[in-house]
Structure formats: structure tokens, C-alpha cells
């Protein structure tokens, strides 16, 4: 489960779950390399949700694995923004931004639509849909502090981020002939329905000619983060007591995810700089993802998640369809 930390944890509290969450990094990143249809983040998801699932999970692990799933995952967001090229962003044209911009609306909209009708609640609805719509597990971490969703809520949307998202890698590559997409039509299809970065990057990659398309369309998705993460917060403090306390329009660190990718956009920082940045935001994320995944006790939400599982799925073939409509109809890629 994930646990709120005091202020001041001592290092010594910390040390034990550190140094497992570094072990499972290192497994994580290992598999990876070895099995490349496999992404860190899916393993390390999975690695965390083994642990918990089978008991090994110990109780002085949890001073660690709640400062990685909120305080690393959040820095991994922060630095998230230095990876994102607004240059390569203005060559998708008016039909790449509109394809990308059609998605995450139709996606947050309708499985939030979908999430009611199944009885779900409003808040694990909202964390699925953002996920679902932007980039996994990083949206979900940004979003959450302006929800009044659990940590249950939040680990099992991230679960199905990692389930779904590690389905498109096998999947989508297999459609791609009986959908009539060349090279840069799938990667437009997988960037702008794949869920987490490394999951768009893993599905790419299996097709040649496809990736760099591919990220382009996810990164430019990653770009909506900040004004999403707006419009939840505007719509909360509306709804909000005159004289409650108003949450800020935008979290800390997304407002810091905001400045680095201006920073990034000045063209003032070195490849050296961005691309020692991108290796630290993916072991960061890799790590906090284990965290999380010592929350998701997979047998109980196989009892109790048949619901949440089918907003997932419904989410999934959502975005992927919409995604591949829009790649046809408005000639992307």
C-alpha cells in the first residue's frame, strides 16, 4: 500500500526498502534488455504486485516504497518535461495536433461515460481515464493530488494502464497489415493510443520506420498533461465550498513539469544534459512504479475488480479505436 510519509523520514528508515526497490530496478531494466518485447515499467509493475501478492512484502520496506511512489514519481514527471520537443511538435501539421488532441478528449470524456455506467466511482473513473488518455502512470501521479481518490483507486489504475498498455505491444504490431497502415501510420496509431512512453517506445520499435513517428505523437499527447491536470482542478474548486480551501490551479510539480518544458524548448541545455535527464526520469519512474506495484494485491482484485477491469478494456479498445480512425480520416503519419 502506499503510506504518506513525515516530513523528516530518517535515511535509516529508508535504507532497507531502498535498497529492494534498487534490486528490483536493476531486475526491471535486466529484463528488459533481454526481453524486448518487455518494458522496465511493465516489469517493475509486476515485480511490485508479485511481492505484495505472495507476501514477501515486509513492513519496513513501506517508509521506502511511499517516498518512491510519491516523491520519485514525482520528480520522473518534472523531468518528463525536458523530454518533450515542441519544435518536432509544430511539424505534425493541422491533422497530427487535431488526431492527438481528438484522442485525449474522446478518451478522458468517454471512459469517465463508461466508468459511470459501470457504478464506478467518479474519482477511480477520473484516474483511469487520464491514464488511459496521456501517459499511464505519470498522469495518474499528477492528477491524483486534485481527486479525492485512494490509494486503491490509484493503484489499480495503475494496474491497468500496465496491463493494457503491455497488451498493445503484442497486439497492435499483429493489426497493422489488416488495418492498411504503412510504417508512419502505425507509428501515428501506436503514439497516439499507447498509454506509458516506454509502452509507445516497445510498440514502435517491433515495426521498422514506425518509432520516430511514434514518439513524436506520444510526446505531444505528454504535452496536454499541465492543461488537463488544470481543467480537473478549475472543476473541483467550482464545485468546492465557498470557504473550503482551494486545491492550486496546478500542483507544484506540475508546474515544474511546465517550466522544463519550456526550459527545454530555449534550446539552451546540451544533448549531453536531456539525454543524462531522460536515463535518471526512466530509473526514477521504473523505481516508483515497483513502489506502487507492492500496493496492487492481485488476488483481491480479482475478486473485487471485474468492474475496474472492464473500464480498463472499454478505455483501451476506446482510445485504439478512435486513434486508428483518426490516423485514416485526417491522413496522419
Do not use: Y
Not at 529484463?31 to 515485480?47: I, N, P, Q, R, Y
Not at 520537443?85 to 471512459?111: N, S
Not at 493530488?145 to 493503484?155: C, K
Request: net charge positive; charged share 10%; aromatic share 4%.
Amino acid at each position: 500500500m502506499l503510506h504518506r510519509l513525515p516530513r523528516t523520514t530518517p535515511f535509516a528508515a529508508l535504507l532497507p526498502g531502498l535498497l529492494v526497490i534498487a534490486a528490483a530496478t536493476v531486475v526491471a531494466f535486466g529484463l528488459e534488455g533481454v526481453a524486448h518485447v518487455l518494458t522496465a515499467s511493465t516489469v517493475a509493475v509486476a515485480l511490485g504486485a508479485l511481492v505484495r501478492s505472495t507476501g514477501l512484502f515486509r513492513p519496513s520496506w513501506r517508509p521506502a516504497t511511499g517516498f518512491a511512489s510519491r516523491r520519485l514519481l514525482r520528480i520522473a514527471v518534472v523531468l518528463l518535461g525536458l523530454q518533450l520537443p515542441l519544435a518536432q511538435v509544430r511539424e505534425l501539421g493541422v491533422g497530427g495536433i487535431a488526431l492527438v488532441v481528438g484522442v485525449v478528449v474522446v478518451t478522458f470524456t468517454g471512459t469517465q461515460l463508461l466508468g459511470r455506467l459501470l457504478g464506478l466511482s467518479p474519482a477511480r473513473s477520473l484516474l483511469v481515464a487520464t491514464g488511459f488518455s496521456i501517459c499511464g502512470a505519470s498522469a495518474i501521479a499528477a492528477v491524483r493530488p486534485a481527486t479525492d481518490a485512494d490509494e486503491e483507486d490509484t493503484t489499480t489504475a495503475i494496474a491497468l494502464v500496465t496491463l493494457c498498455g503491455s497488451l498493445a505491444i503484442l497486439l497492435l504490431p499483429l493489426l497493422r497489415t489488416p488495418f492498411g497502415l504503412d510504417a508512419q501510420q502505425f507509428g501515428a496509431w501506436a503514439g497516439a493510443s499507447v498509454h506509458d512512453v516506454g509502452q509507445v517506445v516497445a510498440t514502435g520499435d517491433r515495426v521498422p520506420g514506425a518509432l520516430a513517428t511514434a514518439v513524436v505523437v506520444k510526446l505531444s499527447r505528454v504535452l496536454l498533461l499541465a492543461p488537463l491536470v488544470a481543467l480537473v482542478v478549475l472543476r473541483r474548486r467550482r464545485n468546492a465550498p465557498a470557504d473550503g480551501p482551494r486545491p492550486p490551479v496546478l500542483p507544484f510539480f506540475v508546474a515544474a513539469f511546465v517550466a522544463a518544458v519550456l526550459v527545454r524548448a530555449t534550446g539552451l541545455l546540451p544533448e549531453g544534459v536531456l539525454d543524462g535527464a531522460a536515463q535518471v526520469q526512466s530509473v526514477l519512474l521504473v523505481a516508483a512504479l515497483f513502489a506502487l506495484g507492492t500496493g496492487i494485491d492481485v488476488p483481491h482484485l480479482v475478486r473485487t475488480g471485474g468492474r475496474s477491469l472492464a473500464l480498463g478494456l472499454g478505455s483501451w479498445v476506446l482510445v485504439a479505436g478512435v486513434a486508428l480512425a483518426g490516423v485514416h480520416l485526417l491522413h496522419v503519419g
